[in-house]
């Protein structure tokens, strides 16, 4: 009798279905139509093309594969996959009954403000946007800026800052605009399922990178972020964060305990967290790996790749990481961005992508395409990944060849001809 195992995969990338090739296991993947690549077709035992974020289209399917071929766990490392995973694996007692739970409340941000107030932790002031009005009495309660953002999507899509009461009458129009649409960037796999209402968080932004074991979470990594105030776009990332030792175990104390009010208990997390003036702050977080090649950072740096972590561990094939990992090195990501217009030229990307000490480096963008006013993380042109000795080493590389390398030629917009006067 074969002791091979299986795993139900909920949509992924090819990276994901690759650690599962690795160890040895049976893979039945349930992929999105819009989400299949040839390497998966080769590559798995089983295909299943459904929409997997409909709940009455899925479970059938899922439940005639377990029927078929067993399934020793269901599991999903994309954001998208997250709630249907885990409710399928409550449904079929492979989990301890509560996972879909924990997810809902992780992918939803009003839950989890309730969920963290409830006990006890710190909190922005938070409301729902119910209509016109409600935007104009938190800003009376909670003061300007204020952030407004979708309840459960991601990459920055749709967030909405409020400067003033005067911006109040385009936030209420952008929220009418996307309220109870699909997400219409990078992705059309999200619905826009209400909006929320926070306090401005001040300070520097960075994410933790976590892995769970049955309810003991180990910090992998503390990523440094750089963005700006004025857009919500991700502009970089770097590995390990320069901090103190005080702050980066403020950080990391605050992360255990968020994930331990949540009900995380096992797999990889990615929280984004400020260290503001009246301490760290949970600004999000998923029950998922960080994006933005968060984790090919973490494996220059630590040597650890999560991606394996989170394919063996609930499948039993791995040992949990007994204590935080020491840095053997730094990594770095830019993305790469220019001033609005038209693309004339590209160059510079396979010389940069040569380099031996480049991990990655991409452009999106060819002659003929449109730059658009940096907005969120679907406006960026590309990004380039770097590993160094230290982190100020891995910065400077990579922004040098993002800004120097890297040659986007762009034609400005033309600025609109005023109206003459009659």
Known sequence: MSTRKTVLLIGGVDAHVDRFTALG?????????????????????????????????????????????GVDAVVSLTEPGLNPASRLGDLFGLTDGRRYEVSRRMRDKWLMRRRLADRGLPVPHTAQVSDRASLDA???????????????????????????????????????????????????????????????????????????????HVVVAVTEKLTAEEHFAELGHAVPARLSGTDRHRLTGAVEEFLTAMGVTDGPSHTEIRLS?????????????????????????????????????????????????????????????????????VSGVERVRARPDVLAAQVSVRPGDTVRPLGDNWDRLGSVVVTAADTDSAVELCERLVRQEIRIRVEPAAAPVPARAA
Not at 41 to 61: E, G, Q, S
Not at 164 to 190: I, K
Not at 310 to 327: R, Y
């Open 25 to 69: 296991v049976k893979i039945v993947l349930i992929q999105h139509p819009d989400k299949v690549t040839e390497h998966q077709m080769r590559a798995v035992d089983v295909l299943l093309v459904v929409d997997y974020t409909d709940w009455d289209t899925v479970r059938p399917y899922a439940e005639a594969a377990r029927a078929v071929h």
């Open 277 to 345: 003036s009246r301490g760290p702050v949970v600004i999000e977080s998923h029950n998922r790996l960080g994006g933005g090649h968060i984790v090919d950072l973490v494996e220059a740096a630590y040597g650890i790749d999560m991606i394996a972590y989170g394919a063996a561990w609930l499948l039993g094939l791995v040992e949990p990481l007994a204590a935080p990992p020491e840095p053997k090195a730094a990594a770095a990501m830019r993305a790469v961005v220019r001033e609005p217009g038209t693309v004339t030229a």
């Open 138 to 216: 938190f800003g009376e309660r909670a003061g300007y800026p204020f952030i407004v953002k979708p309840v459960s999507t991601t990459a920055g899509f749709g967030l909405l800052r409020a400067e003033s009461p005067r911006d109040l009458d385009r936030v209420w129009a952008r929220v009418r605009e996307l309220d109870g649409g699909r997400t219409d960037r990078g992705s059309t796999m999200f619905t826009v399922d209400g909006f929320l209402m926070e306090s401005y968080i001040d300070g520097p932004e960075f994410s933790v990178e976590a892995l769970s074991f049955a309810g003991r």
